[in-house]
């Protein structure tokens, strides 16, 4: 074992540990490494550990250095020329037994740098050699090891090794992580059972600009081709940007520099979506398309270029109930009896079915560039730029909409034959109910720019980092919808888990009325631009190793514009349905759905000249600017406790805030205007509001080996999310009589806040091997959900419905499991198992926070599912890999669509997905996805009670093969 003295303790460093049991000379011995890329105390110890050899170096030789990731089984000596090959460290002495490493002199770093990447290019493995699959698990593993903190990864270190179409779909498999799904694609990311409203999205550590309206970040807008990895930050450190209560997911772009892939990467294929096969001339055929090139100019430049295409067609099927007129939870409703006498009964709104015909492109084009003309400075830029247009054209059935909502009981006594499921009417048989073809188009044209520059300045012991960022985000939607109606004499429905509405004359059949359309109008813009400094310095103690400190400052505006329509009149008073393709949907029995060209119907039934309005034509109608101060310093250490190996931080983030808002309050009053002629006066006046705070963050971090490969992380923090960005705007729609009511947004709103502790336990018993348990509890306060407010406007005291600070507190707490490992972990003695594997994690979450709706029975908070399930079974061998892929989550409650009062719960869901890949030879591939195999819907129900039908969402199956080509 090493040896220290009082002197020898202040040179040496303690990474250099564990052999004395090796009596024999290690050198020609094969050992299994798994060596991560680190600074040269911790990567020296790592090596000592795993290689069972006796390694000397002082404090001073080490400092300031990092040491090469070593991995797979090679002998040792083989393994410690790859471990220091390059970084300016020399062999001085290795007797087999103990070896002498030194700093070498200044020319004879310049040399050795000059053929480091040749020489860990011949460094190949003796017996092992992973690819693909197991690659990438493996390497995430080794993050996962390196990681002070509780952490979650996705590596990808050749372009294009990603077996997911998006990134939504990788992190979708990491423990913990929930991503919803719109149009078929996973989206947006929920972690550790809290709404992805408090997730906090970053490119390259830098803060991103979102299209949406809030601050929420839809990963499927990354294709996985420019993604190099990625990493889910569960427990907190003073180093990271503040803003992600429930975790930060950092997607990290390719550095050509320190890339070792095939230099040109290019993929094409074939997309199809089976979801809208019974849909009148539709077909689901799509494509996808990438292509990189990285080159290295020299030692000291490089750059990478990489263009991305995809057309997606994916008809799907959707049947929405439009909830529930019942006053005894929303005071604005007005429930009657459903038969005379009787009590009152909540019915319906109406109801919806749906025929969803998308046609999305997406175009991405992004470049790095690195340059590093010594080893003291590197310079690095980074832009990605994504355009994602979507022209959907949907057909549409509304159905009783004139009295099934029995308002005030106005239809009391039209409800034959009612169906009453837990106090609620379901189903009926009404005359006259009105049933309303829809034939619309829905328009969505959206933009991302990411881009930074990073400049990094190295001495011996200092590290100075600049970084300036900009990201712009932009969005631009219209539905336009063309309306017509007809009353069947009867119509007999039932709102349940499996729908079902029939009428007496049949929608092709029908003469139908045309009623005014409707040209929705909207846009959003984000812009973010920011500047960071950081500094580090590294210690030669015994305890303290470095110290981190910086600076930031970020500007972000979020402007959107909403509650633009435009009606048109019909220039036709009636249409022949049989003039329109008549169709059945799959999934529901239902009337048949009406379909017509769009453009033709337009003009037919509103002019030439209907629905003119644009995006374009639309001012911005509010405004959210937010100013953002930030500094922080941290600590950190490595010692040892009774022989254990303990490294850590402690710190503190201080984070000022100045938000303010703009926008405009809006009156409206019916006047006569003719005798019998009332029309609606809008009054629009400005409005602000705001709110500045300084919230202090302190955050710890240790994680102790408490056995060989075995790790105890431990982990406390104080983290905050700001408000959503829509839910702080100032605009407001108010009475202008007693009793003073209305909606707003609330600009006055405090952050989110949390006090929490992580406790991991993580074995690496192999080195693509894994079993970890970890857990966390959360102290939340101002929590941020929908409810009454007052505000004096105009000195009269106003209730407003707006989003609020909860005054109670609450918890979220919870365990995780993960497991991987190959088979021959379990038969040792055959070999070929090595090649099978699987990949498993379970989330369990609690939590006693609700939303502040349905009243007398709120929801439980956005995001908490309480259980979330993996399990991956995969092989992988040099040729041919394949992955059998099983998701599931529990029920829990959503925001669907862009209205955040729009609260649902998501049913449970168990999806299953396949890939597999083929390497003809070392420069072609074809790869192969099935996703969705079970072809499992989403569905979801309304104000907490499941027999409340909100929406029920068939997407289909997505099949993938394409081809790759490299070298």
């Given at each position: 074992?090493?040896?220290?003295?009082?002197?020898?303790?202040?040179?040496?460093?303690a990474?250099?540990?564990?052999?004395?049991?090796y009596?024999?000379?290690?050198?020609?011995?094969?050992?299994?490494?798994a060596?991560?890329?680190?600074?040269?105390?911790?990567g020296?110890?790592?090596?000592?550990?795993?290689?069972?050899l006796?390694?000397?170096?002082?404090?001073?030789?080490?400092?300031?250095?990092?040491?090469?990731?070593?991995e797979?089984?090679?002998?040792?000596?083989?393994?410690?020329?790859?471990?220091?090959?390059?970084?300016?460290?020399?062999i001085?002495?290795?007797d087999?037994?103990?070896?002498?490493?030194?700093r070498?002199?200044?020319?004879?770093?310049?040399?050795?740098?000059?053929?480091?990447?040749?020489?860990?290019?011949n460094?190949?493995?003796?017996e092992?050699?992973?690819?693909?699959?197991?690659?990438?698990?493996r390497?995430?593993?080794?993050?996962?090891?390196?990681?002070?903190g509780?952490?979650?990864?996705?590596?990808?270190?050749?372009?294009?090794?990603?077996?997911?179409?998006?990134?939504?779909e990788?992190?979708?498999?990491?423990?913990?992580?929930?991503?919803?799904?719109?149009?078929g694609n996973?989206?947006?990311?929920?972690?550790?059972?809290?709404?992805p409203?408090?997730?906090?999205?970053?490119v390259?550590?830098?803060?991103?600009?979102?299209?949406?309206?809030?601050?929420n970040?839809r990963?499927?807008?990354?294709?996985?081709?420019?993604v190099a990895?990625?990493?889910?930050?569960?427990?907190?450190?003073?180093?990271?940007?503040?803003?992600?209560?429930?975790?930060?997911?950092?997607?990290?772009?390719i550095?050509?520099l320190?890339?070792?892939?095939?230099?040109?990467?290019?993929?094409?294929?074939?997309?199809?979506?089976?979801?809208?096969?019974?849909?009148p001339?539709?077909?689901?055929?799509?494509?996808?398309?990438?292509?990189?090139?990285?080159?290295?100019?020299?030692?000291?430049?490089?750059?990478?270029?990489?263009?991305?295409?995809?057309?997606?067609?994916?008809?799907?099927?959707s049947?929405r109930?439009?909830?529930?007129?019942?006053?005894?939870?929303?005071a604005?409703?007005?429930?009657?009896?459903?038969?005379?006498?009787?009590?009152?009964?909540?019915?319906?709104?109406?109801?919806?079915?749906?025929?969803?015909?998308l046609?999305?492109?997406?175009?991405?084009?992004?470049?790095?560039?690195?340059?590093?003309?010594?080893?003291?400075?590197?310079?690095?830029?980074?832009l990605?730029?994504?355009?994602?247009?979507?022209?959907?054209?949907?057909?549409?059935?509304w159905?009783?909409?004139?009295?099934?909502g029995?308002?005030?009981?106005?239809?009391t006594?039209s409800?034959?034959?009612p169906?009453?499921v837990?106090?609620?009417?379901?189903?009926?048989t009404?005359a006259?109910?009105?049933?309303?073809?829809?034939?619309?188009?829905?328009?969505?044209?959206?933009?991302?720019?990411?881009?930074?520059?990073?400049g990094?300045?190295?001495?011996?012991?200092?590290?100075?980092?600049?970084?300036?960022?900009?990201?712009?985000?932009?969005?631009?939607?219209?539905?336009?919808?063309?309306?017509?109606e007809?009353?069947p004499?009867?119509?007999?429905?039932l709102?349940?888990?499996?729908?079902?509405?029939?009428v007496?004359q049949q929608?092709?059949?029908?003469?139908?009325?045309?009623?005014?359309?409707?040209?929705?109008?909207?846009?959003?813009?984000?812009?973010?631009?920011?500047g960071?400094?950081?500094?580090?310095r590294?210690?030669?103690?015994?305890?303290?190793?470095?110290?981190?400190f910086?600076?930031?400052?970020?500007?972000?505006?979020?402007?959107?514009?909403?509650?633009?329509?435009?009606?048109?009149?019909?220039?036709?008073?009636?249409?022949?349905?049989?003039?329109?393709?008549?169709?059945?949907?799959?999934?529901?029995n239902?009337?048949?759905?009406?379909?017509?060209s769009f453009d033709a119907?337009?003009?037919q039934?509103?002019g030439?000249?209907?629905?003119?309005?644009?995006p374009?034509?639309?001012a911005?109608?509010?405004?959210?600017?937010?100013?953002?101060?930030?500094?922080?310093?941290?600590?950190?250490f490595a010692?040892?406790?009774?022989?254990?190996?303990?490294?850590?931080?402690?710190?503190?983030?201080?984070?000022?805030v100045?938000?303010?808002?703009?926008?405009?309050?809006r009156?409206?009053v019916?006047?006569?205007?003719t005798?019998?002629?009332?029309?609606?006066?809008?009054?629009?006046?400005?409005?602000?509001?705001?709110v500045?705070?300084?919230?202090l963050?302190?955050?710890?971090s240790?994680k102790?080996?408490?056995?060989?490969?075995?790790?105890?992380?431990l982990?406390?923090?104080?983290?905050?999310?700001?408000?959503?960005?829509?839910?702080?705007?100032?605009?407001?729609?108010?009475?202008?009589?007693?009793?003073?009511?209305?909606s707003?947004?609330?600009?006055?709103?405090?952050?989110?806040?949390?006090?929490?502790?992580?406790?991991?336990?993580e074995?690496?018993f192999r080195?693509?091997?894994?079993?970890?348990?970890?857990?966390?509890?959360?102290?939340?306060?101002?929590?941020?959900?929908?409810?009454?407010?007052t505000?004096?406007?105009?000195?009269?005291?106003?209730?407003l419905?707006?989003p609020?600070?909860s005054s109670?507190?609450?918890?979220?707490?919870?365990v995780?499991?993960?497991?991987?490992?190959?088979?021959?972990?379990?038969?040792?003695?055959?070999?070929?198992l090595d090649?099978?594997?699987?990949y498993?994690?379970?989330?369990?979450?609690?939590?006693n926070i609700?939303?502040?709706?349905?009243?007398?029975?709120?929801?439980?908070?956005?995001?908490v599912a309480d259980?979330?399930?993996?399990?991956?079974?995969?092989y992988?061998?040099?040729?041919?890999?394949?992955?059998?892929?099983?998701?599931?989550?529990?029920?829990?409650?959503?925001?669907?669509?862009?209205?955040?009062?729009?609260?649902?719960r998501?049913?449970?869901?168990?999806?299953?997905?396949?890939?597999?890949?083929?390497?003809?030879?070392?420069?072609?591939?074809?790869?192969?996805?099935?996703?969705?195999?079970?072809?499992?819907?989403?569905?979801?129900?309304?104000?907490?009670?499941?027999?409340?039908?909100?929406?029920?969402?068939?997407?289909?199956?997505?099949?993938?093969?394409?081809?790759?080509?490299?070298?």
């Open positions: 074992m090493i040896q220290f003295s009082g002197a020898s303790r202040a040179a040496l460093i990474a250099l540990s564990v052999s004395a049991a009596t024999a000379p290690a050198l020609a011995q094969n050992k299994a490494f060596i991560p890329a680190q600074p040269a105390a911790r020296v110890q790592a090596f000592a550990q795993q290689s069972g006796q390694v000397l170096a002082s404090a001073d030789d080490l400092n300031g250095l990092r040491t090469n990731a070593v797979g089984t090679l002998a040792v000596d083989q393994a410690l020329n790859q471990l220091i090959s390059g970084t300016g460290l020399s001085k002495s290795n087999g037994r103990a070896a002498v490493l030194v070498a002199s200044a020319a004879s770093i310049e040399r050795t740098a000059d053929t480091a990447q040749a020489e860990v290019a460094s190949e493995p003796e092992v050699t992973v690819v693909g699959i197991r690659k990438s698990l390497d995430a593993i080794d993050q996962k090891r390196s990681s002070a509780v952490a979650e990864f996705i590596s990808a270190k050749e372009i294009g090794v990603l077996p997911d179409v998006t990134i939504a990788s992190l979708a498999r990491l423990p913990g992580v929930t991503t919803s799904r719109d149009r996973d989206s947006q990311a929920s972690i550790r059972g809290i709404g409203r408090m997730v906090l999205g970053t390259n550590g830098r803060e991103v600009a979102t299209s949406e309206p809030d601050r970040v990963w499927e807008i990354y294709p996985s081709e420019v990895g990625a990493a889910v930050y569960k427990s907190s450190e003073a180093r990271l940007l503040s803003g992600g209560i429930s975790g930060t997911v950092d997607l990290q772009t550095r050509p320190a890339y070792s892939g095939p230099q040109f990467v290019a993929r094409a294929g074939a997309v199809h979506y089976d979801g809208g096969k019974a849909f001339g539709y077909d689901g055929l799509g494509w996808r398309a990438s292509g990189s090139w990285v080159k290295k100019v020299n030692d000291q430049f490089a750059f990478v270029v990489g263009l991305t295409g995809q057309k997606q067609k994916n008809g799907y099927e049947f109930g439009w909830g529930f007129n019942d006053d005894s939870i929303r604005g409703n007005s429930t009657g009896p459903v038969v005379a006498g009787g009590p009152k009964v909540p019915t319906p709104w109406g109801a919806g079915s749906e025929a969803k015909f046609d999305a492109d997406r175009y991405s084009a992004s470049l790095g560039a690195q340059y590093r003309p010594n080893a003291q400075f590197e310079l690095t830029y980074d990605l730029y994504s355009k994602y247009k979507i022209k959907e054209d949907q057909n549409q059935t159905y009783g909409e004139n009295n099934w029995n308002w005030a009981g106005g239809n006594g409800f034959s034959n169906v009453i837990n106090g609620d009417l379901v189903g009926a009404n006259w109910s009105r049933l309303m073809p829809v034939v619309a188009r829905y328009a969505e044209d959206k933009s991302l720019l990411v881009t930074g520059l990073n990094k300045w190295t001495s011996e012991k200092w590290t100075v980092t600049a970084d300036l960022s900009y990201s712009n985000a932009e969005r631009e939607n219209t539905w336009r919808a063309i309306k017509m007809y009353y004499f009867s119509m007999t429905w709102l349940s888990e499996d729908p079902f509405i029939t007496t929608p092709e059949t029908a003469t139908l009325s045309t009623v005014a359309g409707t040209n929705d109008v909207g846009k959003v813009k984000d812009e973010l631009t920011s960071q400094l950081d500094f580090r590294e210690f030669s103690g015994d305890f303290w190793t470095s110290l981190q910086g600076a930031r400052y970020a500007d972000r505006t979020k402007s959107e514009a909403t509650g633009y329509t435009q009606a048109a009149g019909p220039v036709t008073a009636s249409l022949n349905a049989s003039t329109l393709t008549a169709y059945k949907l799959e999934n529901f239902i009337p048949a759905m009406l379909k017509g119907l337009r003009t039934v509103y030439p000249n209907a629905f003119s309005l644009s374009d034509q639309i911005y109608n509010s405004e959210v600017s937010e100013k953002v101060g930030e500094a922080y310093v941290q600590g950190n010692s040892t406790v009774i022989d254990a190996p303990v490294t850590g931080n402690v710190g503190l983030r201080v984070v000022d100045d938000s303010q808002s703009s926008g405009d309050s009156t409206s019916w006047v006569e205007a005798p019998g002629n009332w029309v609606e006066r809008v009054t629009l006046t400005p409005t602000t509001g705001g500045s705070y300084t919230k963050l302190p955050s710890a240790v102790v080996q408490v056995i060989d490969n075995g790790f105890l992380k982990g406390l923090a104080r983290v905050m999310s700001r408000a959503p960005l829509n839910e702080l705007k100032a605009n407001r729609a108010i009475s202008t009589s007693a009793p003073y009511t209305g707003s947004g609330n600009p006055y709103l405090k952050p989110f806040e949390a006090d929490q502790i992580d406790v991991s336990y074995y690496y080195p693509d091997s894994l079993f970890a348990v970890a857990g966390y509890y959360k102290n939340v306060k101002n929590y941020v959900g929908y409810n009454q407010r505000e004096t406007i105009n000195g009269n005291v106003y209730t419905t707006s609020v600070n109670k507190g609450g918890f979220i707490s919870g995780e499991f993960t497991f991987q490992t190959p088979f021959d972990t379990f038969l040792p003695n055959v070999s070929w090649r099978f594997g699987i498993s994690n379970l989330a369990l979450v609690n939590s609700k939303e502040f709706v349905p009243a007398g029975n709120p929801l439980p908070m956005n995001g259980t979330t399930a993996i399990l991956d079974l995969w992988s061998d040099k040729k041919f890999e394949a992955r059998l892929g099983a998701k599931y989550h529990s029920e829990y409650t959503a925001i669907l669509g862009w209205d955040s009062t729009n609260l649902v998501v049913m449970p869901e168990t999806t299953l997905d396949f890939s597999a890949g083929y390497n003809i030879n070392s420069s072609v591939s074809l790869r192969f996805q099935a996703g969705n195999l079970l072809d499992t819907p989403m569905k979801v129900y309304t104000d907490y009670k499941s027999n409340r039908v909100g929406d029920m969402s068939y997407y289909g199956r997505r099949f993938l093969f394409d081809l790759t080509y490299k070298f």
